[in-house]
């Protein structure tokens, strides 16, 4: 390959390497020619049409390789973000790996050819996979770092960064977070001037290591392009991140030598000025100038690094290039575990007569849970004891389970994104989310980080945990404390979604998520939590049910009725309405889907294929709701049975209005549902 030459003349003043041994200047030296090879071949593909995302670190890859030097590869972990290329070599990752990453050949160890080029993973080096959102990572390791602290290991979590990237929320939240708590986390800043084309002076006019500094914690800003300063400042400060003295933010200062990736042309908007001196702080030419002055190799033998590095990155290169793309077939394969867990319902033999609430139901189930496993942990806004969250679904769990209940920042990224990550560190994280309404926050962790996980690592990785989320209208909340967001979760692949309608099956339901292996989503109708029809008696400890499994609310035979939440007690409220103007009982059949996801369509079309009639009755609004998805399955596969078109009755195109008849203008109501009933009956 044709390698483009170093600028070689000395860049700035001042000396490079005292006080730093001579064999771990070379160390660094070699690693950064490596890392200097790897980016020259990539550009070789790229020109070549072989890889379509190539992200170069030249620059950054003396700060990489120095922090990879400085903490402990093998036991401290890396949350990484896509301009690391030479971190990866720093910490040693092969270099048949790094080009199976960059090409997406078979056998992609970083995520069989499903995540980005430049997304690299490795469970051997801890190198935990990322996605290509800036700053979702700072969230995802803070969780990670609280494993740890739990555990009481003397691991260290880097994350890092480019200086765009903390223009994003997340970020601060994730200072507050890991400064509150403590967190043994090393953030590093690579700033390198610009997020793609934009200069840092139009993002903010904040220094960053100031701004972390007014979360109180250490920080310092270095220049990442000199080693002797970074191996002096950070040491000290690292050994005590590892003491536990808290976190420790670095800005490091870089230069971006090349174009933000394959898919930019830096010359369209950088003075040429301004990129002839990013190149003269080019790190590797500075290191080379500096290798000859302190006379540890000397010219030749420098011939001979070079060519000796090249020939084996040319290698590698060449054995990868041969190899094919996946397997199509495995393209969706690792979104779920294979491990079902609950196969088949207990027996709900209940403990006692007397009937619970949905409340204590969930409260019961969790504390089970929470005995019979320890990992599980469990943080949301006002959870804790004495109020026990602000519907008492955690009320007294702090007290039974000190330390494994608490309250969380306002803040629903930091509340989901930590869960994630301490489950990456083996707990078992159960959250809340106070409102649906005000899930959002944390929907990019929801959407992209979550559930990709298993998936984008081959299952290397995954973050089995459970959110919790209040949902539902009718209970007089107004626009923002009454969605039913069940939609905008089922479209992402990856979660389970739970959505119980009454006591017996919350408890069985909430058991079984606390086991399963996958991410939860688990609803829970504000508006059902204490209501007198939802109560049952309490099943016992032993009472799972696996999620995917409706269940036959009561059977009938001309007409079936789907629902799930709190429309399944409207829909039996319809039914005695019919029954009492028609003078009897009209012999239909409702079926409660119990979970979203997976949805029991067997159930469904066994139903369905009998009676020749449905309605699907839900609470959110009907554009592109769940019901449109039940509607569509029944007239693919069950169409030859129909004898009436597949009706749906859902909430209007609408937002929830605060005013009482408002509100019922725009959620369902129960004559809504009797009125399709006789409708659908007549038919
Ligand atoms: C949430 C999100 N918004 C936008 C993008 C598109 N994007 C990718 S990189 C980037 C600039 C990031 O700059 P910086 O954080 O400084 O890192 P650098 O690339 O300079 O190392 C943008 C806007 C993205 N990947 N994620
Ligand atoms: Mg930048």
């Given at each position: 390959m044709a390698v483009r030459k170093l600028t070689?003349?000395?860049?700035?003043p001042g000396p490079e390497g005292p006080g730093v041994r001579p064999d771990v200047f070379l160390k660094l030296y070699e690693k950064m020619l490596r890392a200097y090879f790897v980016e020259e071949q990539c550009r070789v593909f790229v020109r070549a049409g072989k890889c379509s995302f190539y992200a170069s670190a030249r620059g950054h890859e003396k700060v990489q390789i120095a922090i990879s030097m400085l903490l402990q590869p093998g036991k401290d972990w890396f949350f990484p973000y896509y301009r690391e290329k030479a971190l990866m070599v720093g910490l040693g990752m092969p270099l048949d790996q790094i080009f199976l990453g960059m090409l997406s050949r078979e056998g992609d160890p970083n995520s069989l050819g499903r995540n980005m080029s430049e997304h690299f993973s490795s469970r051997e080096l801890r190198v935990v996979s990322p996605t290509?959102?800036?700053?979702?990572?700072f969230l995802i390791a803070v969780g990670m770092a609280k494993a740890i602290v739990a555990d009481g290991r003397d691991e260290i979590v880097y994350v890092s960064g480019g200086e765009g990237s903390t223009s994003e929320g997340e970020f601060f939240e994730a200072l507050n977070k890991a400064q509150h708590d403590r967190l043994p986390v090393l953030f590093l800043i690579q700033n390198n001037g610009y997020a793609i084309s934009v200069p840092q002076e139009q993002q903010t006019h904040s220094r960053l290591d100031e701004v972390a500094r007014g979360f109180g914690m250490r920080s310092v800003r270095v220049d990442g392009t000199r080693f002797t300063e970074m191996h002096h400042t950070l040491r000290p400060l690292i050994d005590d991140v590892r003491r536990g003295k808290g976190p420790l933010f670095v800005e490091a200062m870089v230069v971006r030598i090349d174009s933000h990736s394959s898919s930019d042309d830096q010359t369209k908007y950088r003075d040429p000025k301004d990129m002839e001196e990013a190149r003269r702080k080019d790190p590797l030419a500075h290191t080379e100038l500096r290798i000859r002055e302190m006379r540890l190799l000397n010219d030749r033998e420098i011939e001979e690094w070079r060519a000796r590095v090249r020939a084996e990155v040319e290698e590698a290169a060449r054995r990868v290039d041969a190899l094919p793309y996946p397997?199509?077939?495995?393209?969706?394969?690792?979104?779920?575990?294979?491990?079902?867990?609950?196969v088949e319902e207990g027996d709900p033999a209940p403990v006692s007569d007397k009937p619970i609430t949905m409340v204590e139901a969930i409260n019961h189930g969790l504390s089970e849970e929470m005995k019979r496993n320890p990992k599980i942990v469990m943080w949301g806004e006002d959870i804790q004891d004495p109020k026990g969250g602000v519907f008492g679904v955690t009320r007294g769990l702090t007290d039974a389970y000190p330390g494994r209940v608490v309250n969380s920042p306002l803040a629903e990224a930091t509340i989901v994104g930590a869960a994630q990550g301490m489950a990456i560190g083996g707990y078992k994280p159960v959250v809340e989310i106070q409102f649906g309404d005000y899930s959002f926050p944390g929907f990019m962790q929801m959407r992209n980080e979550i559930p990709t996980l298993r998936w984008r690592s081959g299952s290397a990785w995954t973050c089995p945990m459970v959110v919790r989320v209040a949902v539902g209208g009718y209970i007089r909340g107004g626009p923002f404390h009454s969605q039913t967001p069940e939609t905008l979760y089922a479209h992402t692949p990856g979660w389970y979604l739970a959505y119980p309608s009454n006591a017996a099956d919350a408890k069985g339901l909430i058991k079984t998520a606390c086991r399963m292996d996958d991410p939860i989503l688990f609803f829970e109708h504000k508006g059902l939590y204490r209501q007198v029809y939802t109560k049952t008696p309490e099943p016992g400890r032993d009472y799972l049910i696996p999620f995917g499994r409706a269940r036959i609310v009561r059977p009938g035979d001309d007409l079936t009725v789907i629902a799930w939440g709190r429309t399944v007690h409207m829909v039996q409220q319809a039914l005695s309405q019919v029954a009492g103007e028609a003078g009897g009982e009209p012999s239909v059949e409702v079926i409660d889907l119990r979970t979203i996801v997976p949805m029991d369509m067997e159930t469904v079309l066994r139903s369905v294929s009998r009676t020749g009639k449905a309605i699907v009755a839900h609470e959110a609004p009907m554009f592109a709701g769940m019901g449109g998805e039940v509607a569509a399955r029944i007239a693919d596969q069950a169409f030859e049975s129909l004898d009436a078109p597949v009706r749906r009755v859902g909430a209007k195109d609408s937002f929830v209005p605060f005013a009482p008849n408002l509100e019922a203008a725009v959620l369902p109501g129960v004559e809504e549902i009797a009125r399709a009933i006789k409708e659908l009956l007549e038919y």
């Open positions: 070689a003349e000395r860049p700035r290509a959102c800036t700053g979702t990572e397997d199509p077939s495995t393209a969706t394969a690792d979104i779920y575990s294979p491990d079902r867990v609950v």
